[in-house]
């Protein structure tokens, strides 16, 4: 059974920095899609990164030019985050696909963390 332990989350001032990551256990493939998606209070979880096993990566407009995710040895994976804004205030969520490639949709992805919450400052 795949297991997915975020951590790194924490609280920071605007245009501060974090690092997530994500720990995989159990089994887990290199080809599978493995993403980060953040919930706001109130809000639809929405996704914010994507990392296929090819090495493809997506990102949400809101996002782009400010984070960055990544993988080591295709089992961890990573996102960086610069210039962090309040909106970007949320729990954020490492998920995994056995089953299809990279899609925005949370029904895609059968493996998910228990999240680790950011929150921004002004």
């Known amino acids: 059974q795949v297991q997915l332990a975020e951590s790194g989350g924490g609280s920071v001032q605007d245009g501060g920095t974090l690092r997530l990551s994500c720990e995989a256990s159990g089994y887990s493939d290199s080809g599978w899609c493995m993403a980060w998606f953040r919930q706001a209070p109130g809000k639809e979880r929405e996704g914010v990164a994507t990392?296929?096993?090819?090495?493809?990566t997506t990102y949400a407009d809101s996002v782009k030019g400010r984070f960055t995710i990544s993988r080591d040895n295709a089992k961890n994976l990573f996102l960086q985050m610069y210039s962090l804004k309040p909106e970007d205030t949320a729990m954020y969520y490492c998920?995994?696909?056995?089953?299809?490639?990279?899609?925005?949709?949370?029904?895609?992805?059968?493996?998910w963390g228990q999240g680790t919450q950011v929150t921004v400052s002004s």
């Open positions: 998920a995994a696909s056995s089953w299809v490639d990279c899609t925005w949709y949370r029904s895609d992805y059968n493996y």
């Open positions: 990392h296929q096993g090819n090495g493809r």
